[in-house]
T-cell receptor
Framework: DAGVIQSPRHEVTEMGQEVTLRCKPI?????LFWYRQTMMRGLELLIY????????DSGMPEDRFSAKMPNASFSTLKIQPSEPRDSAVYFC???????????FGDGTRLSIL | GENVGLHLPTLSVQEGDNSIINCAYS??????FIWYKQESGKGPQFIID?????DKRQGQRVTVLLNKTVKHLSLQIAATQPGDSAVYFC??????????FGTGTSLTVIP
């Protein structure tokens, strides 16, 4: 089991630039989640998908954030334009279904200068 | 969302001692709970779960206790080892809703 794979592991970019985070869920998992983790707010759910369909995006902070899941093995989280306050660790997680324990990737540490 | 909070943000224990990490939850309708361990630079890792029809569940060196009356969850780690040093999160879920994560407790094991 390869686990959830996220890329890149680290990203440093200047404000205003577009940032794309990538996630490959565990094969056979039907639910995929994007989280943001900061010291101030802890782990926040941004959006989740069931069978590639976005179910709840109420955690997406602004229109600058968007997420897609074009197929069962790939998802992206995009920030455009990025701002310094977007700096955080972004996690992707997957599970067999939305009621089952989630398996997390090792995250992308994003720094916006 | 509902608030899931931890009583102790930091905990230090001697190697070999038992550790107890606590979690308070506010949604009385939550029926499924999970403990996660997060090591530095990694994502949260599933440790153990419990459903609301149980009040105790044991794993390898870990025990989760659920007290629905006072909406309290605890994680007990027996014979704590240096490798147990991490941040521990509780997560709760009400059927049909998303999981909510607590803010985490940092456990430090002193050799």
């Amino acid at each position: 089991d390869a686990g959830v794979i996220q890329s890149p592991r680290h990203e440093v970019t200047e404000m205003g630039q577009e940032v794309t985070l990538r996630c490959k869920p565990i094969s056979g998992h039907n639910s995929l989640f994007w989280y943001r983790q900061t010291m101030m707010r802890g782990l926040e759910l941004l959006i989740y998908f069931n069978n590639n369909v976005p179910i709840d995006d109420s955690g997406m902070p602004e229109d600058r954030f968007s997420a897609k899941m074009p197929n069962a093995s790939f998802s992206t989280l995009k920030i455009q334009p990025s701002e310094p306050r977007d700096s955080a660790v972004y996690f992707c997680a997957s599970s067999l279904d939305e009621a089952q324990p989630q398996h997390f990737g090792d995250g992308t540490r994003l720094s916006i200068l | 969302g509902e608030n899931v909070g931890l009583h102790l943000p930091t905990l230090s224990v001697q190697e070999g001692d038992n550790s107890i990490i606590n979690c308070a939850y506010s949604n009385s309708a939550s029926d499924y709970f999970i403990w996660y361990k997060q090591e530095s630079g990694k994502g949260p890792q599933f440790i153990i779960d419990i459903r609301s029809n149980m009040d105790k569940r044991q794993g390898q060196r870990v025990t989760v206790l659920l007290n629905k009356t006072v909406k309290h969850l605890s994680l007990q780690i027996a014979a704590t080892q240096p490798g147990d040093s991490a941040v521990y999160f509780c997560a709760e879920r009400e059927t049909g809703n998303q999981f909510y994560f607590g803010t985490g407790t940092s456990l430090t094991v002193i050799p």
